[in-house]
């Protein structure tokens, strides 16, 4: 079957770093997408990754390595406003986007 | 109208009723999905439609169906509601089917008793 792994909650403090695996296995391989979603609203896309390395894109970077079925989500200087969720999404070969049940990141000051 | 707009925002539907969530966009996307997402779970796809007048059927589509008339708009129906379809409802779509970024709407709150 197909499968997104990623931890269910996780607490960084305001200015620190935090780093949000995600490990897949899927049916093909098309792209790993990061989405942000916050409490009672809708996903908002922030990276995606189609090739091994390090995407960065202000304050988040994207990391892939599709040997390992691993990903990771950076997020830098952490604002109150991170608090949300992050969903980690794995485009399959029909793709369609097989999704993780999210992490719930808490940000304290 | 800018992106996707969702109707209604939340409903309480009695079970065994017909109700049909509603999806606009206007971004000329050849692509829309519907997905439910439920507490502890991933978002779920219920059902596709890569272009206008093609639709297909996604990881759970029993209890649903859906209709592509025009680019625009993709209903979701729900037949005969069933409590275990108590859920929040999102519309997404993207330019093409392929491993493009997908936007969504605001979603629908369902509940059903």
């Known amino acids: 079957g197909q499968n997104i792994d990623q931890p269910t909650e996780m607490t960084a403090t305001e200015g620190a770093i935090v780093q949000i695996n995600c490990t897949y296995q899927?049916?093909?391989?098309?792209?790993l997408f990061w989405y942000q979603q916050h409490a009672g609203e809708a996903p908002t896309f922030l990276s995606y990754?189609?090739l091994d390395g390090l995407e960065e894109k202000g304050r988040f970077s994207s990391f892939l390595s599709r040997s390992k079925g691993y990903s990771y989500l950076l997020l830098k200087e952490l604002q109150m406003k991170d608090s949300a969720s992050y969903l980690c999404?794995?485009?399959?070969?029909?793709?369609?986007?097989?999704w993780g049940a999210g992490t719930k990141l808490i940000i304290k000051p | 109208i800018a992106g996707i707009t969702q109707a209604p925002t939340s409903q309480i539907l009695a079970a065994g009723r017909r109700m049909t969530l509603r999806c606009t966009q206007d971004?000329?996307?050849?692509?829309m999905y519907w997905y439910r997402q439920d507490l502890g779970l991933g978002l779920r796809l219920i059902h596709y439609?890569?272009?206008?007048?093609?639709?297909g059927k996604g990881e759970v589509p029993d209890g649903y169906s859906v209709s592509r008339a025009n680019t625009d708009d993709f209903p979701l129906t729900l037949a005969s509601a069933v409590p275990s379809q108590t859920s929040v409802y999102f519309c997404?779509?993207?330019?093409?089917?392929?491993?493009?970024?997908?936007?969504f709407g605001p979603g629908t709150r369902l509940t059903v008793l």
């Open positions: 997404a779509s993207s330019l093409s089917g392929a491993a493009d970024t997908q936007y």
């Open positions: 971004m000329r996307h050849n692509a």
């Open positions: 439609s890569n272009t206008a007048g093609t639709t």
């Open positions: 899927t049916s093909g391989f098309n792209g």
């Open positions: 990754n189609v």
């Open positions: 999404a794995v485009a399959d070969s029909n793709y369609q986007l097989i």
